[in-house]
């Protein structure tokens, strides 16, 4: 599976839009991009998934180019409470199910 | 609906002694695993089952067993503790699906620390 690139950390004010970019240079054709987000002492959690150009949910907006070697998952106007390590991970269609591989994240530290 | 169950939420052994860490779900769902966390990383797979009966290995398996009797329930068994077995542990599960892989469900976890 392709290898993701993340920033460790980010920071940013309340009311701001937040971008956090993901490298997966060697994505395979069969590869989906798929965003968790981890709140202290919980579990991850799913945020957005996406193949191509955009997906938008209640939560957040996915954006992937046509090369589809990065990805970036964008956060509308952020709160406190989107203070959380965020994952993006590489995930392959077919393949044996959940097999989810973790980076490190990044941690998003929302200030007031 | 409860989701994902786990228990203990915290637990302290002694190196050596066995313990089974319990992971529940009430959602029907085929696929089951179970993650690592230490400090400052991501998750490591330890093991997975995608239904009653059937198991296999993730990435860092060694000193870990399980076993999966019913869809609802997939324990974790330390037979003999080690320090570097010190973690939070997750339980997750997930619809098996076809095609795009479904999103997965965690539970919040157990930390458990060995002296």
């Known amino acids: 599976l392709a290898k993701t690139t993340q920033p460790i950390s980010m920071d940013s004010y309340e009311g701001q839009e937040v971008n956090i970019t993901c490298s997966h240079n060697?994505?395979?054709?069969?590869?989906?991009i798929t965003w968790y987000q981890q709140f202290p002492s919980q579990g991850p959690r799913f945020i957005i998934q996406?193949?191509?150009t955009k997906v938008t949910n209640e939560v957040a907006s996915l954006f992937i180019p046509a090369d589809r070697k990065s990805s970036t998952l964008s956060l509308p106007r952020v709160s406190l409470s989107d203070t959380a390590v965020y994952y993006c991970l590489v995930v392959r269609r077919g393949s044996t199910l959940g097999r989810l591989y973790f980076g490190r994240g990044t941690q998003l530290t929302v200030w007031p | 609906n409860a989701g994902v169950t786990q228990t203990p939420k915290f637990q302290v052994l002694k190196t050596g002694q066995s313990m089974t860490l319990q992971c529940a779900q009430d959602?029907?769902?085929?696929?089951m695993s179970w993650y690592r966390q230490d400090p400052g990383m991501g998750l490591r797979l330890i093991h997975y089952?995608?239904?009653?009966?059937?198991?296999d290995q993730g990435e860092v398996p060694n000193g870990y067993n399980v076993s999966r009797s019913t869809t609802e329930d997939f324990p974790l068994r330390l037979l003999s503790a080690a320090p570097s077995q010190t973690s939070v542990y997750f339980c997750?599960?997930?619809?098996?699906?076809?095609?795009?892989?479904?999103?997965?469900?965690f539970g919040d976890g157990t930390r458990l620390s060995i002296l």
């Open positions: 997750a599960s997930s619809y098996a699906g076809t095609g795009v892989n479904q999103p997965q469900h």
């Open positions: 996406g193949y191509k």
């Open positions: 089952s995608v239904g009653a009966g059937i198991t």
């Open positions: 060697n994505i395979a054709t069969n590869d989906y």
């Open positions: 959602m029907n769902h085929e696929y």
